[in-house]
């Protein structure tokens, strides 16, 4: 029996061994994301615009739901994830109201960033200029270059 019970102990002893360290548990945001690109997407757009590809079928592009919200504005948009409303379906049987809190959260953080948790670009849709080697190195070349009507030495740029 002892030899039964050391075999037994030196097959189970590395899956105690093995067992995997329990993940960290996603923010409300990340979890607020991934229950949204499960379940309403398709109507709302991938961030949350109403421009899903579902949408057309109800009727063209649906109101942004990408918005901040006062507490108010909360639990009555809970009750309608939870409860639907129009051609909106319930999602009592897939979330509990938690989870419909961290959509609306995420909700909320995706009005201000662009792709992907990007932050928005600078003035006119270009992106902040960082100051680095990069930029340097044009700074450099721009200044070498001749202005118009010199030459490369800095002289008169003459026919030929």
Not at 117 to 129: L, N, S
Request: aromatic share 4%.
């Amino acid at each position: 029996m002892p030899i039964v019970l050391a075999i037994l102990l030196a097959l189970m002893l590395p899956m105690w061994v093995s067992a995997k360290q329990p993940s960290k548990r996603p923010t409300d945001e990340r979890r607020g994301e991934t229950l949204f690109q499960q379940n309403c997407w398709q109507c709302h757009g991938k961030r949350g615009k109403g421009k899903g590809p579902l949408s057309a079928a109800l009727g063209g592009p649906l109101k942004s739901i990408a918005q901040r919200y006062t507490p108010e504005q909360y639990d009555a948009q809970v009750k309608v994830i939870m409860q639907g409303r129009g051609d909106m379906p319930s999602f009592d049987q897939v979330m509990d109201r938690a989870d419909a809190r961290r959509i609306l959260v995420w909700l909320e953080d995706a009005r201000l960033t662009k792709r992907g948790g990007k932050k928005k670009k600078g003035k006119a849709g270009k992106r902040p200029e960082k100051k680095g080697k990069v930029s340097e190195r044009a700074e450099a070349k721009e200044e070498a270059k001749p202005e118009a009507g010199q030459n490369a030495a800095g002289g008169e740029a003459g026919p030929e």
